[in-house]
């Protein structure tokens, strides 16, 4: 998982993941992109995070 920075200004980034298929239907990757994206908000201040 992770979240690639963008250019400071536009204060955006965007957000990735890989998941072995069997971890897939447990709720691994919604809990993680949750704080990540809270993270990325309440922490780093970024206006936009878009998923690649």
């Not at 890989?18 to 201040?45: M, Q, R």
Request: overall charge positive; proline content about 2%; cysteine-free.
């Amino acid at each position: 998982m992770s979240l690639n920075l963008g250019r400071a200004k536009y204060k955006n980034a965007e957000i990735w993941f890989k998941l072995h298929p069997d971890f897939w239907n447990k709720g691994i990757a919604t809990e993680a992109l949750k704080e990540i994206i809270s993270f990325g908000f309440n922490t780093l201040n970024l206006h936009r995070i878009e998923a690649g």
